[in-house]
């Protein structure tokens, strides 16, 4: 018995045994796959698919991925500026070994199908197998353990310091300032520094947070 078949936009006439070369298909060595695309089954009685021959299937065994001849592309232009280009092309080949023709049943083997490597199919299948790992929900307890850091370590409430809302106090808390006498021990070069930090140009001066930091952290 032999069987045509179509993948990569071409037809193959094959028989049990056969080795044969196709466009690169989404499988590695060793696996089994499944042509169902089948358009004539032919032997005793000739039987010809209006398109496909209906539950017909081929099966072939990956031997390897492989590469077809290098094919030399030459281009020349000839214009005013010509230019010629010279590409070199050697298309991605997978080697099969044809194992079974299947007149019949063939949608009920549950053998993994023949897809090209750079198809819809074989895309789609790729982005569903990388997407199952990721699905853990493990770091949120860390998340929320973080922001309360500052004052569980004895940090002072800073919006008792003139100017300092919540919204300050969060990030002088980012910059490791937690309490009163961290900010009295400022000096020009730490207020400088703590301006820049803040955008705040002065504004630490002119509120006088040093002074006020002295007398609430007594």
């Known amino acids: 018995m032999f069987a045509v078949l179509k993948t990569g936009g071409k037809q193959y006439k094959v028989q049990s045994g056969d080795m044969l070369k196709v466009e690169k298909l989404a499988a590695d060595a060793g696996e089994t796959i ?14 010809v698919g209006a398109p496909l021959v ?7 065994e990956v031997i390897d991925q492989v590469k077809g001849d290098k094919v030399i592309h030459f281009v020349r232009r000839r214009r005013k500026h010509s230019s ?16 079974e023709i299947l007149a019949s049943g063939g949608d009920k083997t549950g053998v993994k199908a023949a897809v090209g490597a750079g198809s819809v199919a074989a ?5 569903t197998e990388a997407k199952k790992p990721a699905k853990k929900a493990e770091p949120k307890a860390e998340k929320k353990a973080a922001p309360k850091a500052a004052k569980a370590e004895g940090g002072d409430d800073l919006k ?13 808390h980012e910059n490791g300032v937690t ?10 070069a730490d207020i400088a520094e703590m301006d820049e930090k ?6 630490i001066e002119r509120e006088g947070w040093v002074e006020q930091a002295k007398e609430l952290a007594k």
């Open 160 to 172: 008792q310091l003139s100017g300092v809302g919540p919204a300050l106090e969060k990030k002088l």
């Open 54 to 60: 209906e539950g017909a299937a081929v099966q072939a």
């Open 123 to 127: 895309v789609a299948v790729a982005a």
């Open 84 to 99: 010629k280009r010279t590409k070199g092309h050697r298309q991605k080949l997978t080697m099969l070994k044809i194992t």
């Open 179 to 188: 309490t009163f006498a961290q900010i009295a021990a400022w000096t020009e």
């Open 198 to 203: 803040l955008s705040f140009k002065g504004r």
């Open 34 to 47: 499944q042509f169902n695309e089948v358009l004539m089954l032919g032997g005793d009685k000739t039987i």
